[in-house]
């Protein structure tokens, strides 16, 4: 699979490498650990600086987490509740439930965004919640651009290090990013077939 995105990050160079990072946030066909230690080995070889690399994959990154930021706070914490409210049990989310979100957000929402930038599937989705709970922009950049970098930074730093092998292992990193959707739906199905039973708070 490595071999069109090592063609593309070789001719395209940093542009190259913070367009999949953006590709990668908004809809991800690839896992960014693949995208980053490929960058990582090409700056190992000299074609790239290791500092541009963690720059541009960062910069990429941070566009597409910006852009579901944006999608979401457009779309509205009022308009959502509403939404709860007419298909909770579609939504698995009660009205209640969502006020206490925005209560536990305003408290812990830096610590889960900065968190949430390293985890795979969680990275792109948690811009969605700090959005539509209306976390500031400003705390939303900062504290994403401090997970972003770091991730990004530990992956080419590795690619770099390590060559090659490390960019080819790191296809096999996917079943973790599938075990983390599968455990998401999982969640999901259960919430959505106990919604009627856990009945709405008061």
């Known amino acids: 699979m490595d071999s069109w995105l090592t063609d593309l990050i070789e001719q395209s160079g940093y542009l190259g490498v913070g367009f999949l990072m953006f590709l ?48 979401a706070r457009a779309f509205g914490y009022e308009r959502f509740k509403k ?37 795979p599937t969680a990275r792109s989705l948690i811009s969605i919640p700090a959005g539509i709970l209306q976390m500031s922009f400003s705390r939303f950049v900062f504290y994403s651009m401090i997970g972003t970098a770091a991730w990004t930074a530990l992956l080419a ?20 990013a599938t075990g983390v959707m599968v455990l998401i739906v999982g969640l999901y199905i259960y919430r959505f077939v106990t919604y009627d039973r856990r009945g709405k708070k008061s």
Request: charged content about 15%.
């Open 83 to 119: 939404l709860t409210e007419r298909h909770g049990r579609l939504l698995t989310i009660h009205p209640e439930e969502l006020d206490e979100a925005h209560h536990w957000f305003d408290r812990w929402g830096a610590m889960a965004v900065g968190i949430g930038r390293i985890i």
């Open 24 to 71: 990668e946030t908004v809809f991800p066909p690839i896992p960014s650990e693949v995208i980053m230690s490929l960058a990582g080995f090409q700056a190992a070889t000299g074609e790239m600086t290791l500092t541009g690399v963690i720059l541009a994959g960062t910069a990429g990154a941070m566009l597409g987490n910006t852009f579901w930021y944006l999608v």
């Open 157 to 176: 730093l590795a690619g770099y290090v390590l060559g090659r092998a490390y960019a080819d292992a790191a296809t096999y990193l996917n079943p973790f």
